[in-house]
């Protein structure tokens, strides 16, 4: 890991401010100065904080910025489990959201250190694109998934103004991917997912996709 934008991620300091002030202006540039990727955040909040009992697995959960959402509306057996690389952002993430359904664990995406199929609900939210291997990141994803569960994806897309060299040169330049349009697609339809929603907001894509059910 070598990206100056994935080095930032083990800085104690930008671990601090990351969830209350380089989130949101973050999540702000996605929109390319509108809000729509801040309307379907708000509004994947509210799906998340719904009652069940789900097994919710968090990957690359920075400082738990989700992890109050996923674990509000849990019942029964109910458990969410955020899984960071960081020391510094598992740290603070630890000390901001404390509950007995709430687990952090310190793992690498590429190979998550879970059965198959032992979740519910697989996020990785703003992670993909810093990732190495962010397709083998997906695969994981899947396999982790039991049927019926769901896969929730926030990344980066390649929209027709970042199409421009230079802001692909700009994004390379501190280490972010952009995906093509179909690139997060094509690999979760390789797993023959089902329900495969993408909604695009600016420069950043929302992706939801099911493992179907065993018949
Ligand atoms: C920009 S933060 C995203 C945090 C949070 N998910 C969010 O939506 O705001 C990206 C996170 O990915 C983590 N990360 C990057 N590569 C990883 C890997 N291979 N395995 C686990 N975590 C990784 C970084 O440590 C960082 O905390």
Redesign the pocket.
């Known amino acids: ?1 070598s990206s100056p934008a ?1 080095r930032l ?2 800085n104690r300091a930008f671990s601090q401010i ?2 209350h002030l380089w ?1 949101p202006l973050f999540t702000r540039g996605f929109s390319l100065g509108g809000s729509s990727t801040l309307d379907y955040d708000r509004a994947l909040r509210a799906y998340l904080a719904r009652p069940g009992d789900r097994r919710v697995l ?6 738990g ?2 992890a109050q959402d996923a674990s509000r509306g849990l019942t029964g057996d109910g458990a969410y489990v955020g ?4 020391r510094a ?1 598992l740290a603070q993430a630890a000390r901001d959201n404390v509950s007995e359904r709430v687990t952090f664990l310190r ?4 190979r998550l250190p879970f059965a198959s199929e032992s979740f519910d609900t697989v996020t ?4 993909l694109y ?3 291997d962010p397709l083998a ?1 997906l695969d994981e994803m899947v396999r982790v998934t039991a049927p019926g569960g769901e896969l929730i994806v ?1 990344t980066s897309v390649r929209a027709s103004i970042a199409g421009l060299p230079g802001a692909a040169a700009a994004a390379g330049l501190v280490g972010l991917r952009l995906f093509s349009r179909t690139e997060i697609l094509d690999r979760l339809a390789a797993h023959e997912l089902v329900q495969v929603e993408q909604t695009i907001t600016g420069v950043g894509q929302y992706v939801h996709a099911r493992k179907a059910r065993r018949r």
Not at 83 to 86: A, E, M, N, Q, R
């Open positions: 890991m994935a991620m083990h990351y969830e989130r968090d990957i690359a959960c920075g400082p910025n989700y899984l960071d690389f960081s952002m793992g690498d995406a590429h990785c939210l703003a992670a810093l990732i190495d990141v926030f």
